[in-house]
């Protein structure tokens, strides 16, 4: 198991290189530069644009721009952003906790509520829970995050409920004891978490009925019932663990997710995330920023697929990595 | 309203904390204030907290290299302050740092005599030292700041030195008008700059990163906090210079908390719900806040028109590359009767109703409404008709065939295309309204809005689209348009960079500009750029269409308010308090 982990890990090397290159000529091959908002200013000189395109260092050409950049990545250097003026470190960091936060709990409430139910459908087909939940899983799966987020925080207002409405602490938090704090975080948390729980939660409890479905079909489960055993024991030890595989893969998919599945959720509650930053940064080309996201997201995504493959041999005692 | 007095309550309890942080760095009993100014306002009750909303995070707190409007919100007139100011309702010039100020009879030499006894947040005194050293940054060529071409006269820095400890000159090459709005430029402290500057290191100096008690201004407020995302805190800065009828200091609040919410409904709804004093209503909010301004305790304002603008472009540049194998659309858009049809096929009013929710006025000259000084109301107008602009493309030369498409005079179709930034809704619909009436002329339009980055290559540097649909943010001095309507500016966006002025309205305007700049009685440059103004109306290779007009919706706790689409509401926040 050591040698397979090590083995992807130098399987990831050559991957992200790659990853970086690319995302690196694509972003420098589309038109327009960071300056561009600065040209369309009346106050602006072709002299400043000049002088700014060479602080920037992008007056060299595409390829320099890339080794420049790569070389000082290997000194565990990721930049300086155009917008900030600061290191890309230093904006990433405490937003990336915050995202991360936010997809940790949208990902807890739906992997907690779409399993059981998922189970309960496939056990109660066509019964009149089994609809319900389907229909609500539809309309889960339609409503768009940022109008459910809009639709909650009106609902919110309205009702007068004690909720806060924007950002991830009140403006008193600094005078609050620790556990008030947790408690305030929490209150903030509520809404964008829901919104985007609810989003993966269809689908998943989706996927979950159809695996249930197929493996309650099978022919061991047939055996298992015809020696005997509990129904539960049917469902959970035989049923669920070979239904449960395919969700082991789609939860690899969703870590690499936490970083840029909530970027207009995000906006419309005030979480203060990577989202929207990063949404920017690519469009205003605002390069080394960019380049961090992206570079994090696929770190992320890479990682999280071996997790997945890991958690897969864990429970499938079939999968054997050598 | 319930939340904010129970916000108002804890914060008076909490306010201790805050107030004795401010009063640790406001020891400076040494310095006497000898020139302090005294509010004409109602005198007001000092204390509270003032809750807003902010659109975006601010990304730097240096406002000498800072770009963005959402890093000037911050720090512009609140932390740092100019040697003068213009006034937020009447946009003339006010004292600011300099409690007076002389121009010499030729109009080259500005003496500024500085307020006495000024001191910087942190107790420190504020001299004419500080003002040299604000000019010796912004002169140095390895800081990116737009002000050194702002202050640049006849491609020359200006010569500048320190008289006395409170006296500043200038010595400009020659007359130059505009040049008072440029001592408008924020004052920054040496005692806290200068090493940094010294060892090359200015521009990353007072980034976000910054812990916010080094940084250090003369204006009313001092960052507090910044919470990325989430909020940025001001707090009164004790040592601030401005003092209320009673001769006590202000400004009144003692703590600004500023939400940074970058959805502008969520700001709605944070209104809605009393979490703060003021909000900018969008057009199509403005009913529905309307109808509650009793029940929720504030009242609305209709500010009047904005600065900012939304024109259409022609290209009207023989160095046009796709004139290869286009040639006549250069002659179409050269063609002053095919401009002026364009110009009487604007329906105005429906694109008020539409893109603005009826909250917009029609622009028709250069010069933004706003500016009350040099705005001339008097220009040519093209009100909208089909009829008029029908007969100016038959004098224009232009026929129309059996299933009324319009064709050039050598039979050819009219077909061009028009493209505006993707994203800007209100502009998208404005483009939809244009197409749709020239369409009713017969023309083809290929109307799609694009990405902004593209969109600007073409204006600027590609030089190969046929029309755009953009805007500008005007500004209060005419002479700011100067990278824009010369025929040498870069912005002269129609035929930029011109070498010789390709039309003789071009050269006038050009010299208008000249003289505008030069003449030193606001009398004559209100006579130049009157004519200016005229000259685009009439030849108009800038068509303009509507511009929003600014609505506020004010808490009636929050007094001494007197909002305008120039400076907001909080032009004055000095002399806010809440009641």
Redesign the interface.
């Known amino acids: 198991m050591r040698t397979y982990i090590l083995r992807r890990f130098l399987q990831a090397v050559p991957l992200l290189l790659a990853i970086s290159l690319l995302s690196f000529f694509i972003m420098q091959l589309s038109p327009g530069s960071y300056l561009d908002t600065m040209r369309l200013n009346p106050d602006v000189s072709e002299n400043l644009i000049n002088t700014m395109e060479r602080q920037y260092g992008l007056d060299k050409s595409i390829p320099e721009q890339y080794f420049h950049w790569l070389w000082q990545l290997l000194h565990g250097n990721l930049g300086e952003s155009f917008t900030y003026k600061v290191p890309v470190t230093h904006v990433i960091k405490s937003r990336m906790v915050n995202t991360i936060i936010l997809s940790v709990a949208a990902m807890i409430i739906a992997w907690m509520i779409s399993i059981p139910i998922g189970i309960y459908s496939a056990t109660h087909k066509y019964t009149i829970g089994d609809n319900i939940f389907t229909s609500l899983a539809f309309v889960g799966l339609s409503i768009p995050n940022f109008f459910f987020a809009l639709l909650l925080l009106f609902l919110i207002v309205k009702f007068n409920v004690p909720l806060p409405i924007n950002g991830m602490t009140s403006i008193m938090h600094n005078f609050l004891t620790p556990m008030g704090k947790v408690v305030d975080i929490l209150k903030h948390l509520l809404v964008p978490a829901v919104v985007l729980g609810t989003a993966s939660m269809a689908s998943l409890t989706r996927i979950m009925r159809g695996q249930m479905i197929e493996a309650m079909r099978s022919d061991y489960i047939r055996t298992a019932r015809a020696k005997g055993l509990k129904e539960r024991k049917v469902i959970y030890k035989h049923a669920f663990r070979n239904a449960i595989n395919p969700m082991i893969t789609i939860f690899g998919f969703q870590i690499s997710a936490l970083l840029s599945g909530a970027a207009l959720t995000e906006t419309v509650t005030g979480w203060p995330g990577l989202g929207k930053m990063m949404l920017t940064a690519v469009r205003s080309k605002d390069l080394y920023l960019a380049m961090a996201g992206l570079m994090i997201g696929s770190v992320l995504l890479i990682i999280g697929n071996l997790i997945a493959d890991i958690m897969l041999a864990i429970s499938d005692p079939r999968i054997r990595y050598n | 309203m319930k939340k904010l007095t129970v ?1 108002s309550l ?2 008076i309890f ?1 306010l201790s ?1 805050a107030l004795t942080s401010v009063v640790v760095y406001g020891a400076g009993d040494d310095v006497e204030l000898l020139d302090p100014e005294v509010s004409q306002k109602p005198q007001g009750k000092h204390g509270g907290t003032l ?1 807003t909303t902010l659109l975006g ?1 601010p ?2 707190f ?1 406002t000498i ?1 800072a ?2 409007t959402s890093s000037t919100d911050i720090t512009d007139g609140f932390v740092f302050e100019g040697l003068v100011d213009r006034h937020g309702v009447t946009t003339e010039f006010m004292p600011e740092l300099a409690r007076d100020w002389e121009i010499s009879e030729d109009g080259t030499v500005y003496t500024f005599y500085l307020r006495r006894g000024v001191q910087w947040s942190d107790g420190v005194e504020f001299t004419a030292d500080d003002v040299v050293f604000t000019f010796d940054v912004i002169k140095d ?2 800081v ?3 002000t ?3 202050m640049m006269v006849d491609g020359e820095f200006p010569e500048y030195r320190k008289v006395d400890k409170y006296t500043f000159e200038v010595e400009i090459p020659k007359p130059f008008a505009p040049f008072l709005n440029n001592m408008t430029t924020f004052i920054i402290p040496k005692h806290k700059l200068y090493d940094a500057w010294k060892a090359g290191n200015f ?2 100096m007072w ?3 910054t812990d916010p008690q080094e940084i250090v201004g003369t204006g009313p407020f001092t960052i507090g ?1 910044y ?5 940025v ?1 001001m707090l009164r800065n004790a040592n601030h210079w401005r003092r209320d009828p009673q001769g006590r200091p202000i400004p009144y609040i003692i703590r600004w ?1 500023r ?5 502008q ?2 700001q709605a ?2 209104f ?2 009393g ?1 703060t004093h003021f909000l900018g209503v969008r057009g199509i909010d403005y009913k529905r806040f309307a109808e509650d301004a009793e029940k929720g305790n504030y009242k609305m304002i209709n500010a009047g028109p904005t600065f900012s603008t939304n024109f259409l472009v022609f290209n009207m540049n023989p160095r046009n590359p796709k004139l290869e194998e286009q040639p006549w659309k250069y002659e179409w858009f050269t063609n002053l009767h095919f401009r002026r049809a364009v110009a009487y096929s604007m329906d105005k009013n429906t694109m008020i109703d539409q893109a603005l929710a009826g909250f917009g006025e029609p622009q028709w000259s250069p010069v933004s409404a706003p500016n009350k000084v040099y705005l001339n109301e008097e220009v040519k107008k093209y009100p909208y008709s089909l009829e008029d602009a029908k007969e100016e493309l038959r004098q224009g030369g232009f026929t129309w065939n059996d299933q009324g498409q319009l064709l050039d005079k050598d039979g050819r179709r009219v077909e061009f295309n028009m493209v505006t930034n993707a994203g800007n809704t209100v502009r998208e619909q404005i483009l939809n309204i244009v197409a749709a009436e020239l369409r009713e002329l017969g023309m083809k339009i290929n109307s799609t809005p694009i ?4 969109l ?2 073409q ?2 540097s590609e030089w190969d689209f046929d029309t755009i649909l ?1 805007g ?1 943010t005007g500004g209060v001095e005419p002479h ?5 309507w010369p025929s040498h500016g ?2 002269h966006m129609w035929n930029p960079v011109q070498e010789e002025p390709a039309t003789e309205w071009e050269a006038r305007i050009d010299e208008l500009f000249e003289l505008g700049a030069t003449a030193t009685k606001v009398e004559d440059r209100v006579k130049y750029y009157n004519e200016f103004q005229e000259i685009i109306a009439e030849k108009i290779p800038i068509i303009y269409t509507v511009t929003p007009n600014s609505l506020f919706a004010v808490r009636n706790t929050l007094k001494n308010v007197e909002p305008t689409a120039y400076g907001g509401v909080t032009w004055n926040i000095h002399e806010l308090y809440i009641d």
């Open positions: 916000f804890i914060l909490v904390f809750i995070d990304k730097t240096n290299i770009q963005e060529e390895e990116p700041t737009s050194r071409d702002v521009n990353n980034g976000i990163d906090e919470k990325p995302g989430e909020r805190v908390v939400v940074i919410s970058e959805s409904e969520t709804l944070l809605e719900n979490q990405e902004f980055n593209k600007v290559n204006l600027l953009i500008l700011s348009g100067s990278n824009v870069h912005l």
